[in-house]
């Protein structure tokens, strides 16, 4: 799915809620076995029962990866529910690396798992984000001001031009080719920073995570953050997922989301 | 294996080489099937012709992701192989996240495959890196300055106290837990730069890929890079890897890693 259909989605459903997938093996409800399987159908039953409210879904990779071959065929089917109800898919995997390398990724991620976008440090700068541009139905999402208390460590820096090391990174990327399909992670504890963000890349996406488990405020990142376009995406996860842990979870999570998208529709 | 054990295999192989396990399907040798099953074949016989002229291997996790859960499984049965050998492992997977996900991310590689290192990406700070230095047994890998042309975009941006942003890295991370478990990676077409690198940490390891396909110098590496305890892994994939594509590769790449291990016994 591109870019411009997802524009479209969010003014259709008047959500630009993403659903973060971060399924923790031992904190899956009691009636499901503790196994890929039971991962897959803990992914698809939170699907289900959010997807009217949702625009997006992020799979967070590591959640994945820690349950081996079996948790990459896991990941491959809930890409592939997405793709079936035309639903955005995100591969929460920060990846990046030199550019033969980063060519490996993006087939693995877009080809193959057939996500529609990837998150992405920019540390290693253009060259190792640019194979991901290459494909022109899908988008790159770099790490720019995450929500962690880590962010203090590099991304806060000042550089010696003034500006903040985040700063200068949605800059610099926004001269690359094709960086209109950029998006940026945008942490939600830093509300006071989207405004700062937005007047840097005016129309980018930002993919804003950290509402609900860790704190941020719907009402300001959607006051700094929207765009006529949507422009945002805002990620809940363990808010959603873990709403309930019973045999009615699936249920409890539509009902976070629905109360969330319910916001985001006065907003928008 | 811990990084004590690995600095006394360097003397007694007198040797510091890595091998960089970059299996791309489409240069397999004509005879080996273009499957998961002939990667991990051309992966075993890569590391049997080369055990005694190199103390380690980094597998670029990439290049078995795009081959979806069969490549997961093809490198687990090559971190298990290489564990049977007593031979240092690398994942090359360049992660690093919030902190309930880098957990993940650890214990999907040093607990579920077996790695006895990987490759980190410092943006996100501290608590995106801490997990993986809880494991007193393994080490983190961070990126530091990198032999893409790409890392003149931010790890040689300038800061406001005069350091360059990779310099503020080594800095940095060198005041948390457990950094002494920290190696770094130092490109080496930047060979210049490992003397300064040196300065900034005198004994962390360092992990110096670019050798050979990407045209560093070996001799400058290792003037500046290595300490009394070694000090330092130097990395060579394509060059090694690829060197033949008949069915005497594995016969080349051995002799291509034992000129690079002849090197090195007279630099040690």
Chains 1, 2 share one sequence.
Not at 13 to 42: M, N, R, W
Not at 168 to 182: A, C, F, H, N, P
Not at 242 to 251: E, I, L, R
Request: proline share 3%.
């Amino acid at each position: 799915m591109k870019v411009s259909d997802l524009e479209k989605v969010i003014f259709q459903k008047k959500s630009y809620l993403c659903v973060g997938l971060d399924p923790d093996i031992q904190k899956l409800p009691a009636h499901l076995p503790k196994t890929a399987q039971g991962v897959l159908e803990f992914c698809l039953a939170i699907i289900d029962s959010t997807d009217s409210f949702s625009v997006a879904y992020k799979l967070n990779s590591a959640f994945f990866e820690n349950l081996g071959a079996e948790g990459w065929n896991v990941m491959s089917a809930v890409f592939a529910e997405l793709k079936k109800r035309g639903l955005y898919s995100i591969a929460d995997a920060k990846r990046a690396d030199i550019g033969n390398t980063s060519e490996q990724y993006a087939k693995a991620f877009f080809e193959n798992l057939g996500a529609d976008s990837i998150t992405l440090s920019p540390y290693m700068g253009h060259d190792s984000i640019g194979p991901f541009l290459q494909y022109s139905d899908k988008a790159a999402i770099l790490l720019a001001l995450t929500s962690n208390a880590g962010h203090a460590d590099f991304e806060m820096l000042k550089l010696e031009n003034g500006k903040k090391l985040y700063e200068q990174v949605i800059e610099t990327s926004q001269t690359w080719t094709r960086s209109g399909d950029l998006m940026f992670v945008v942490g939600a504890t830093r509300s006071q920073e989207i405004q700062n963000v937005r007047r840097i890349c005016p129309d980018n996406f930002l993919l804003v995570p950290g509402v609900g488990a860790q704190g941020g405020s719907l009402e300001d990142i959607s006051k700094y953050g929207l765009t006529d376009k949507g422009g945002l995406l805002v990620n809940a996860s363990r808010s959603i997922i873990y709403a309930g842990n019973g045999s009615d979870f699936a249920k409890m999570a539509g009902d976070e989301a629905k109360k969330l998208q319910r916001e985001m529709a006065e907003f928008l």
